[in-house]
């Protein structure tokens, strides 16, 4: 017996509602049954028809063998997605998602720590008050103090900061996006954290909201997070400052910068000019160099504005170039493998 697999899609869903959950996972074997039997348990009595979508990020253990034994054992309605190497949680979530079928898509991490149980709450106020994003906070998180709750602490004081939004758990992977929305975005780098902060580029932040959710310790696996992950989010702060004001006019930000310089270094020559007509050398000014030196930089960025004002055209009249590649696997239509 084959195991459902599918590509990419993005069809479009019609209808009564219909929820995705998606699940990257990277070598969590010892987690895969009782994650399936978790979701399932929870979402057997749901209003609406659901899927299970687990993405494998190139695992080296046996994940793949217990998500395709999960996939026989529960039905058409538990897929496997394979990336073709270890891409990283972003791209593993973005393939998921574009492969997702819902008008509604859940993101869950795969190490048990979040509780499927939340899902039909958090689906439920998504749709009941019209919302674009709920989004989870673990009030009570199972981590470790130095390695986890307080990199993540710092981040999200810093993602707040940066972005303006009042959330207090930004990290939380436990998410319910419309789906029409969530793929007006594109995730890449580390930027999965950074969601809710994209998602303010395309919706209002009053059509976001965060719900309280249970978290668990890990008892199965190995973390794949450190310390390390707080110097990343450091970088990517640094992109989406810069995307959330200046992602759509890119040339204000270089523009700005060099006509301060061009002005700063016109002032210096034009000043230099004054004492050379007075009959002083200047030949041998050290300031000579930086009037000419902060001219052309200002024209190389007023240049640099112009230039990516024309790349930002092409990117949203172009197709976005996806951050992953899967191993080919058979197509399932609109209507197949809903569990009902």
Known sequence: MQVPTFEASQSPTVG??????????????????????????????????????????????????????????????????????????TAAMQAGIDTARGDVIVTMDGDLQNDPRDIPRLVGRLLDESLDMVAGWRQHRQDGLVLRRLPSL????????????????????????????????????????????????????????????????????????????????????????????FGSRPGHFFGGIGLALTGLGTAVLGYLAVLKLMGESIGTRPLLGLGFILSIAGLQFLTTGVLSEMLVRIYFDGTHAKPYHLWPAPGLNDEEGWHA
């Not at 929305?181 to 950074?194: K, S």
């Not at 932040?205 to 997070?225: C, F, I, L």
Request: net charge positive.
């Open 16 to 89: 009564q509602h219909r929820v995705s959950v998606v699940v990257p996972l990277y070598n969590e074997a010892p987690n895969v049954q009782p994650l399936v039997r978790a979701v399932s348990e929870a979402l057997v009595h749901a209003p609406w028809p659901w899927e299970l979508i687990l993405v494998d990020d190139g695992s080296t253990d046996g994940t793949v063998a217990a998500v395709k034994e999960a996939c026989l054992e529960h039905g058409p309605h538990v897929r496997l997605l394979r990336l073709s190497r270890n891409f990283h949680q």
């Open 154 to 245: 710092m981040a999200n004081r810093l993602i707040r900061q940066v972005s303006g939004l009042e959330f207090q758990d930004l990290g939380c992977s436990l998410k319910a996006f419309r789906a029409s929305a969530l793929r007006r975005i594109r995730l890449y780098g580390e930027m999965h954290r950074f969601i809710p902060a994209w998602l303010a580029t395309v919706t209002s932040p009053d059509r976001m909201a965060e719900e309280p959710v249970a978290h668990w310790p890990r008892t199965q696996g190995n973390s794949k997070y450190g310390i390390s992950r707080t110097f990343r989010v450091l970088v990517d702060l640094l992109s989406i400052h810069f995307f959330l004001r």
